[in-house]
């Protein structure tokens, strides 16, 4: 074991790690294009984007000269009371490609406090009028972050156990598979009429963290209208699903009915710092125009619109909206459309499956498709051995890699799935 890892191990608690009986962490020491580079000389082909927050490639220079430019000019400035252009760029470039209803943004700092954001926001629209609607709708299956109010509008299992009594009361519908939509929306439509549903909140036609679960455009547009004709918001989480990665910049532009609200991080700024954003319709703004100080929107973060971050996401968005990025993600739709062919029939797998720049699908196993399937524990480091990145939701495997993955490095992962499944290793002999 290294100095540096031994030194990790006695200060450092990772995300989403036990705290014993894990193996130690890889230490990258540098990263380029989709290539990570680890201390040992490994080369890993990031087939995930790192946390799907990667959309150019790992050290893109259009972004770090972004990043650096700024940051000898102006690192930092609190954001009540002050502007800067780097933040009015970045606001105003994000409304030109957001759904025409959008109006404003509001910053904050990464994928769960732009949903927070979005929640207080709804609540407070409807307090703001003397309303009273406490109620919000929620898709079974969702995740919405890691803080109190991203959790309650999410999944409720082992994650939440711990924080379920400190949890506000959220209506939950059944994840809408192939065959039970009809069932979904009449569940909604029951939920929808009564007069206490403030906001319906949603992954817009899938849903990441429970296992890149897709599910009927149709189908949710037909439940944001009869929302909107029950005066109820609809947020759209599009973390995820945002710049790009369904095939349209934004998942909600396969949608004819458009939400009220958009949640917006992680490609955000390339992958390359962390920055949230919920942007919001003139309407919801109307509510807090007003000479009563009590109706101000009292939120904020201390590192609001840091002007670097903004300058790495203006960086972003000139790759982003090039020709180059978007030939890339259709190169890669095709890609996976013709991996999914390959794959779709084979024994080992079921529900194969493409969605823009993502391609999913499910190991068959003994036990049911969980994130907590054993799978994983073999599946992560039977990759990782041979030099690709791949972190299973359990027994789902996907890619969803940054555009700028050559079609070597793609032609690599998929040969590297195929051989796993034409000849699965047995899961001992992955360990270690």
């Known amino acids: 074991m290294s100095d540096w890892i031994k030194r ?6 990772h995300p989403f790690t036990p705290l014993r009986g894990m193996e130690n962490p890889l230490m990258v020491e540098t990263a380029e294009g989709v290539h990570l580079y680890t201390s040992d000389g490994a080369k890993i082909i990031d087939a995930i984007s790192s946390w799907w927050v990667n959309l150019h490639g790992h050290s893109h220079p259009h972004i770090s000269k972004a990043i650096a430019a700024q940051a000898s000019k102006l690192e930092h400035v609190i954001f009540a009371g002050f502007t800067h252009e780097p933040a009015i760029r970045l606001a105003e470039r994000l409304l030109e490609i957001l759904p025409k209803n959008q109006s404003k943004v509001f910053f904050s700092d990464n994928g769960s406090t732009a949903t927070e954001v979005a929640i207080k926001m709804a609540f407070q629209y409807f307090y703001n009028q003397g309303i009273s609607k ?43 598979e192939e065959g039970k939509e009809e ?22 036609i899938i849903q990441g963290a429970s296992g890149m679960r897709m599910y009927s455009k149709a189908l949710l547009d037909k439940m944001i209208a ?13 973390v995820m699903t945002g710049f790009g990665r369904t095939g349209k910049l934004f998942a909600s532009d396969w949608l004819t009915n458009k939400p009220d609200i958009f949640c917006l991080s992680k490609g955000l700024t390339g992958g390359a710092m962390a920055m949230g954003v919920t942007t919001c319709t003139e309407k919801i703004q109307a509510a807090y125009r007003s000479n009563d100080l009590m109706k101000t929107f009292f939120h904020g973060h201390s590192f609001t619109a840091n002007p670097m971050t903004c300058a790495a996401a203006n960086a972003s968005l000139d790759l982003l909206l090039n020709k180059e990025s978007e030939e890339n993600r259709k190169r890669l739709n095709n890609r996976h459309l013709s ?25 068959n196993t003994e036990k049911d498709t969980s994130y907590f399937n054993e799978a994983r524990h073999y599946l992560y480091p039977y990759f990782i051995s041979k030099g690709v990145l791949l972190r299973p939701l359990g027994n789902v495997l996907y890619l969803i890699p940054p555009y700028v993955i050559k079609d070597e490095d793609l032609d690599y992962v998929y040969q590297t799935i195929l051989e796993f499944l034409n000849h699965p290793p047995k899961p001992e002999s992955t360990k270690g």
């Open 8 to 13: 990790d191990a006695e200060a450092i608690w």
């Open 134 to 176: 406490r109620k919000i709708i929620a898709i079974d299956g969702a995740y919405h972050g890691d803080t109190f109010g991203a959790m309650s509008v999410g999944e409720r299992g082992p994650f939440t156990e711990p924080f379920d009594p400190y949890l506000f009361d959220v209506s939950f519908v059944d994840f809408p």
């Open 183 to 204: 069932k979904v929306y009449q569940q909604f439509k029951n939920l929808v009429e009564k007069d206490d549903v403030a906001a319906f909140i949603f992954e817009p």
């Open 226 to 238: 009869l929302a909107h004709h029950h005066q109820v918001i609809c947020i759209a989480d599009e």
């Open 339 to 363: 991996f999914l062919k390959v794959i779709e029939k084979h024994s080992m797998v079921r529900n194969a499956r493409v969605l823009g720049t993502i391609l999913a699908f499910e190991m």
